[in-house]
């Protein structure tokens, strides 16, 4: 078991991909704080977790509040000692090309993807160079590795999601805290309902994904949940500063 005894703090884990590399953490003997803005699909999580045997909790935390956010990553390490892995995952994806994105839309989207994550770190980072290190991983998408048509909020915040992970593992290597983005291609979870409805329905979707991912298929949230098991645990330990694209071969 790659994180027994570690302690692994997972935003917008209520759903999807963060629910899924939860639950793979704590296969691996983690414990883990589930956290998002709704706190029952949080809670129904944790719950699947501890009743498979594992160990978790549940914590309703919207990440755009920057004292909660902090102050759950606080009382994450005042109840367990010490903090080991910060998976900070929560996105919101905006559609539309320069005229059609509304400027409170655009700042949204900067919030979520790129703020939420500095003062996520920022909480993180104080808690991890007392023990020693620690691993940090913050959502990205392949859509931090190319561009998207017709997708300016979320093709720039993305973009600087690895600027700012580069940065961040560039000032804090010899603290022994690593930093690495995760870059996902498609993964079918509700995460998509926006494009879909841009590319006009299911059916439109499945088409895209069939024709254009190279491997012809969405990933599963289980293929990604690999990768963040990889970049929490000390498999990955002398790498940081780098983007994991697990994406079917997308953005080649
Ligand atoms: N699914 C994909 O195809 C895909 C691909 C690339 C990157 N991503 C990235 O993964 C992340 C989410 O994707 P997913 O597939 O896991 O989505 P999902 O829709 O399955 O889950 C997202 C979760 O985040 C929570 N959330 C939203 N806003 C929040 C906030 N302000 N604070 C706390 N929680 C919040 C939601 O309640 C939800 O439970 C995003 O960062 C996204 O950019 C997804």
Not at 68 to 81: E, N, Y
Not at 126 to 141: D, V
């Amino acid at each position: 078991m790659d994180l027994q005894s570690k302690i692994a703090f997972v935003t917008g884990a209520g759903s999807g991909i963060g629910a899924a590399g939860a639950r793979k953490m704590a296969s691996e003997g983690a414990h883990v704080v589930v956290t998002d803005r709704d706190g029952d699909a949080a809670k129904a999580v944790a719950d699947a977790i501890t009743g498979a045997g594992h160990k978790a909790e549940a914590m309703t935390l919207d990440v755009t509040d920057d004292a909660a956010l902090s102050g759950a990553i606080d009382q994450t390490v005042a109840s367990h000692g010490k903090l080991d892995v910060l998976h900070s995952h929560a996105g919101i994806q905006i559609e539309g090309k320069l005229e059609q994105v509304a400027v409170a839309d655009m700042d949204a989207s900067w919030n979520l993807n790129v703020r939420a994550h500095f003062v996520a770190a920022q909480a993180a980072v104080r808690h991890m160079r007392k023990q020693g290190g620690g691993s940090i991983i913050i959502t990205s998408s392949n859509s931090g590795v190319q561009y998207d048509r017709e997708m300016i909020a979320y093709a720039t915040t993305k973009h600087a999601v690895l600027a700012m992970t580069r940065q961040m593992a560039a000032d804090y290597a010899h603290e022994n805290i690593r930093f690495n983005s995760l870059c996902p291609g498609f993964i079918d979870t509700p995460f998509n309902r926006g494009f879909e409805i841009q590319m006009g329905g299911r059916d439109k979707l499945e088409e895209y994904i069939s024709s254009e991912i190279p491997m012809g298929r969405f990933g599963t949230v289980e293929e990604i949940a690999e990768g963040i098991v990889y970049l929490a645990s000390d498999r990955s330990s002398f790498m940081t500063g780098q983007a994991l694209v697990i994406d079917g071969g997308e953005c080649i």
